[in-house]
């Protein structure tokens, strides 16, 4: 058994993998379309495999007939690890059953490759340890899957991340509940009519991180308190990501996508009592950092301090490009629709005469609906002097709020169309070539 970062390290003997697996398609999609760069890139992931029926109970690898109790007390880690190895070197489709009860774990890194596609089927609770004190120095995620491919995370049970004795310690280096890493053709499933549960996380709750493609996320549910700090629902720095039916509850960013996402696509999700969804924060300490081809459809935002918000560090560089917010519901949010290139949270920052060199292209708000609650713009652009937002469509966005407030709309042009409340203004006019596109499309521009 290797120790990786002080986390025990569940590292089978490597080999190919020999399972023969038919193909679940998933939905194709297409971004926001622009003339303005390139032809719009649609946004398609390979296909994700679907596991196919095993081959007997021979293949299920139960963790309470590898050792563990199950009482939420006692420390069931190293029965994970024999059922894990045992599973991963399995020839043909293998599972690794999380049966009722309450699983105690430490930090643990879940090392693939394996010999076949893996299903994790949690129908019981893993629990972390509530002393923080009680893990290890120097972790930064609690369970981690690390180079696992045509992995299966499923089931009806819950993550519990136990963080609330982390939230007040803000020097502590704060763990990640659930992490990929290197990990292709993933999915992350609720099963059997429930959503799988990850709550209460130390820190953010699932990251996919960069070397992870062609991922479904779907049935999941997510749930920390509004005051929880930093405590991301899916915090995203990869490709090809399709993220669907689920509910996410916290303290932070219900979604976050970061350097290196590309081709997201987010739909019928309800986001809570956080945040909102995000792009960014990006370019922070000088940074290049690039995020494209976004689409973030059906969804609900509720009682959240952000809408949908693009945001920027004042002195990166880089690309936000092809992104769509398209039939967003929002109730009771403090800030709807925000582009800030000046992202600066404790108020001590370099706005570099505002000379941001990250750009903002072809970014689409329509059939935006709701209410928000606070004296503050409805839409809020506010971008680089230097590299001002291009190509920003807004079109049939009616958001009632209780008071009215000029919207912002700074160093920002494209196309404002038709059924917008409260009125936009300051939003400069898009290029010929870009409105005659939209012309094309039948989109009606009021800013000409």
Same mark, same amino acid.
């Given at each position: 058994?290797?120790?990786?970062?002080?986390?025990?390290?569940?590292?089978?003997?490597?080999?190919?993998?020999?399972?023969?697996?038919?193909?679940?398609?998933?939905?194709?999609?297409?971004?926001?379309?622009?003339?303005?760069?390139?032809?719009?890139?649609?946004?398609?992931?390979?296909?994700?495999?679907?596991?196919?029926?095993?081959?007997?109970?021979?293949?299920?690898?139960?963790?309470?007939?590898?050792?563990?109790? &199950?009482?939420?007390?006692?420390?069931?880690?190293?029965?994970?690890?024999?059922?894990?190895?045992?599973?991963?070197?399995?020839?043909?489709?293998?599972?690794?059953?999380?049966?009722?009860?309450?699983?105690?774990?430490?930090?643990?890194?879940? @090392?693939?490759?394996? @010999?076949?596609?893996?299903?994790?089927?949690?129908?019981?609770? =893993?629990?972390?340890?509530?002393?923080?004190?009680? $893990?290890?120095?120097?972790?930064?995620?609690?369970?981690?899957?690390?180079?696992?491919?045509?992995?299966?995370? @499923? &089931?009806?049970?819950?993550?519990?991340?136990?963080?609330?004795?982390? $939230?007040?310690?803000?020097?502590?280096?704060?763990?990640?509940?659930?992490?990929?890493?290197?990990?292709?053709?993933?999915?992350?499933?609720?099963?059997?009519?429930?959503?799988?549960?990850?709550?209460?996380?130390?820190?953010?709750?699932?990251?996919?991180?960069?070397?992870?493609?062609?991922?479904?996320?779907?049935?999941?549910?997510?749930?920390?308190?509004?005051?929880?700090?930093?405590?991301?629902?899916?915090?995203?720095?990869?490709?090809?990501?399709?993220?669907?039916?689920?509910?996410?509850?916290?303290?932070?960013?219900?979604?976050?996508?970061? +350097?290196?996402?590309?081709?997201?696509? =987010?739909?019928?999700?309800?986001?809570?009592?956080?945040?909102?969804?995000?792009?960014?924060?990006?370019?922070?300490?000088?940074?290049?950092?690039?995020?494209?081809?976004?689409?973030?459809?059906?969804?609900?935002?509720?009682?959240?301090?952000?809408?949908?918000?693009?945001?920027?560090?004042?002195?990166?560089?880089?690309?936000?490009?092809?992104?769509?917010?398209?039939?967003?519901?929002?109730?009771?949010?403090?800030?709807?629709?925000?582009?800030?290139?000046?992202?600066?949270?404790?108020? +001590?920052?370099?706005?570099?005469?505002?000379?941001?060199?990250?750009?903002?292209?072809?970014?689409?708000?329509?059939?935006?609906?709701?209410?928000?609650?606070?004296?503050?713009?409805?839409?809020?652009?506010?971008?680089?002097?230097?590299?001002?937002?291009?190509?920003?469509?807004?079109?049939?966005? @009616?958001?009632?709020?209780?008071?009215?407030?000029?919207?912002?709309?700074?160093?920002?042009?494209?196309?404002?169309?038709?059924?917008?409340?409260?009125?936009?203004?300051?939003?400069?006019?898009?290029?010929?070539?870009?409105?005659?596109?939209?012309?094309?499309? &039948?989109?009606?521009?009021?800013?000409?």
């Amino acid at each position: 058994m290797q120790v990786v970062d002080n986390a025990i390290s569940l590292a089978p003997n490597s080999g190919p993998a020999s399972d023969s697996i038919t193909n679940r398609p998933i939905t194709h999609f297409i971004a926001s379309e622009s003339p303005a760069s390139s032809p719009s890139i649609a946004l398609s992931p390979t296909p994700v495999p679907f596991h196919s029926k095993l081959d007997g109970s021979n293949n299920v690898f139960d963790v309470r007939s590898n050792g563990a109790v &199950g009482d939420g007390k006692t420390d069931d880690t190293k029965a994970f690890k024999v059922a894990w190895d045992l599973a991963c070197n399995k020839t043909g489709q293998a599972k690794i059953l999380v049966p009722k009860g309450s699983f105690l774990l430490n930090p643990t890194e879940f @090392q693939g490759p394996c @010999q076949n596609n893996l299903i994790f089927q949690v129908d019981g609770n =893993i629990i972390a340890q509530e002393d923080p004190k009680s $893990w290890p120095s120097g972790i930064d995620s609690w369970l981690v899957f690390n180079r696992v491919d045509g992995l299966t995370v @499923q &089931g009806g049970g819950f993550l519990d991340g136990k963080g609330e004795n982390w $939230w007040s310690c803000k020097s502590c280096n704060r763990p990640v509940a659930l992490r990929f890493r290197t990990c292709k053709s993933l999915r992350l499933l609720g099963s059997g009519g429930s959503k799988l549960s990850v709550k209460n996380s130390p820190y953010f709750h699932v990251v996919i991180d960069q070397e992870c493609q062609n991922v479904t996320v779907d049935s999941i549910s997510i749930v920390s308190p509004s005051t929880s700090p930093n405590t991301d629902g899916i915090h995203i720095a990869s490709k090809d990501i399709f993220i669907s039916n689920s509910n996410i509850s916290n303290g932070d960013d219900c979604i976050s996508l970061a +350097n290196g996402s590309e081709n997201i696509q =987010i739909d019928n999700l309800d986001c809570r009592d956080g945040h909102g969804i995000s792009i960014g924060s990006l370019g922070k300490d000088n940074s290049e950092e690039t995020v494209k081809n976004i689409s973030v459809t059906n969804c609900y935002i509720t009682n959240s301090q952000n809408g949908v918000r693009i945001k920027t560090w004042a002195t990166g560089s880089g690309l936000v490009s092809n992104v769509k917010f398209d039939h967003i519901d929002m109730n009771e949010v403090s800030n709807p629709i925000i582009i800030d290139q000046f992202y600066c949270p404790h108020n +001590n920052c370099n706005n570099n005469n505002g000379n941001s060199e990250l750009l903002i292209s072809d970014v689409t708000y329509s059939n935006i609906k709701g209410t928000y609650n606070t004296g503050t713009p409805a839409v809020y652009l506010n971008c680089s002097k230097k590299m001002p937002c291009v190509n920003i469509t807004i079109v049939d966005v @009616q958001l009632e709020g209780k008071t009215t407030v000029s919207s912002v709309c700074e160093n920002a042009s494209g196309c404002l169309g038709e059924k917008i409340q409260p009125q936009v203004t300051g939003l400069g006019k898009g290029s010929s070539q870009f409105l005659d596109y939209l012309s094309k499309k &039948g989109v009606i521009c009021t800013n000409t």
